[in-house]
């Protein structure tokens, strides 16, 4: 099992950039996939980004292609989200989540991942 932290979450205009991270511990760390996912007030929980445990496949939603990358540091036991282009329709809070999955990658819902951080939020004004 791993715990996740992240962090990077804050307040942005519209246009603009932030890069969360997400802090793993655990020596199976690279065996697990991982993904960030979103909830808005009122809105279910939502996938935006998932990578495989060697980091060789990635997919994220619709929503975000083209403005966020998700990558991952194994030596570092570490996961970014690149965001750009930030949009007030990203506002949310922010989840690090973790699954054990060598070398495959579920799909990215929530349902698929049973070890989630704490959040933290992004706000993007307009």
């Known amino acids: 099992q791993v715990q996740l932290v992240e962090s990077g979450g804050g307040l942005v205009q519209a246009g603009g950039s932030l890069r969360l991270s997400c802090a793993a511990s655990?020596?199976?760390?690279?065996?697990?996939?991982i993904g960030w996912f979103r909830q808005a007030p009122g809105k279910e929980r939502e996938g935006v980004s998932c990578i495989s445990s060697n980091g060789g496949r990635t997919v994220h939603a619709d929503s975000v292609k083209g403005r966020f990358t998700i990558s991952r540091d194994n030596a570092k036991n570490t996961i970014h989200l690149q965001m750009n282009s930030l949009k007030p329709e990203d506002t949310a809070v922010y989840y690090c989540a973790a699954q054990f999955y060598e070398n495959f990658l579920p799909r990215c819902v929530s349902s698929a991942f049973h070890s989630w951080g704490q959040g933290t939020q992004v706000t993007v004004s307009s």
């Open positions: 655990g020596r199976t760390f690279r065996s697990y996939a």
